[in-house]
């Protein structure tokens, strides 16, 4: 299971990744807000360790700029706060539990495998396209029986051509839909993750219908 550590101290990083790492963890490390936002929406994680005093974006707007990209992905803060007026910040925020520093890697650990199982275990809401099973509660994909592991936007991009119901969707739709309207981003980067979407996806067909736009079919 991949989890992303943010944290702007790089001793608190060593010991963290290192910690995780020895219980059977792949990690990912960054040292800023802004570029754990782009990471935890681009990586695919299982559980997010997350500090809440980072330069460029604080722990608070990471979880809000995550959960308003639909990302579900579970976040555990560390936080040296431990007021109740502060916690309640973070979970409204959209944190899904914290802990008050100092804090062992055991500890961690033992919280963050309870929050994925807690993921693992809610409740299915299947969407079946084939041999295609997507999971719209936990985000989980399967062909065949088999897992997917998608990044961040091939997971919304999915989404959206699911919940678009065998309609199809233009890439100026696409990118509106992930990126935002306000993103400024070329629409050519829905080629390119369409690309990689459909290699993943094969043999269901993500179909390309002239003129009209994007779907995928109920076959």
């Known amino acids: 299971m991949r989890v992303l550590v943010v ?37 695919g994680y299982a559980a997010i360790v997350l500090d809440l005093l980072l330069p460029g974006r604080s722990g608070y707007k990471v ?8 990302i579900a992905t579970p976040i555990l803060v560390l936080t040296a706060k431990s007021g109740e007026l502060d916690q309640i910040d973070l979970l409204d925020a959209g944190a899904d539990d914290f802990l008050t520093k100092p804090v062992s890697v055991a500890v961690i650990v033992a919280r963050l495998r309870a929050l994925i199982r807690r993921q693992g275990s809610m409740a299915r809401n299947d969407v079946t ?4 099973r997507y999971d719209m509660t936990t985000r989980t994909t399967e062909i065949d029986g088999a897992p997917v592991a998608l990044s961040g936007r091939e997971d919304q991009l999915l989404r959206h051509l699911l ?15 992930v990126w935002g309207p306000e993103s400024g981003t070329d629409a050519s ?31």
């Open 7 to 43: 944290d702007d101290d790089e001793a608190i990083r060593t010991v963290l990744a290192r910690g995780l790492e020895a219980e059977g963890f792949s990690v990912d490390c960054c040292i800023d807000g802004d570029s754990a936002v782009w990471e935890a929406i681009d990586g």
């Open 63 to 70: 979880c809000e700029a995550l959960r308003a990209e639909g």
């Open 163 to 177: 919940l678009a119901d065998g309609a199809c969707l233009t890439r100026s739709e696409l990118l509106e839909l």
């Open 189 to 219: 980067i829905v080629d390119i993750y369409l690309r990689r979407l459909r290699a993943k996806l094969a043999p269901v067909a993500v179909e390309n219908v002239r003129g009209l736009g994007y779907r995928i079919l109920h076959r």
């Open 129 to 132: 396209r084939g041999l295609l």
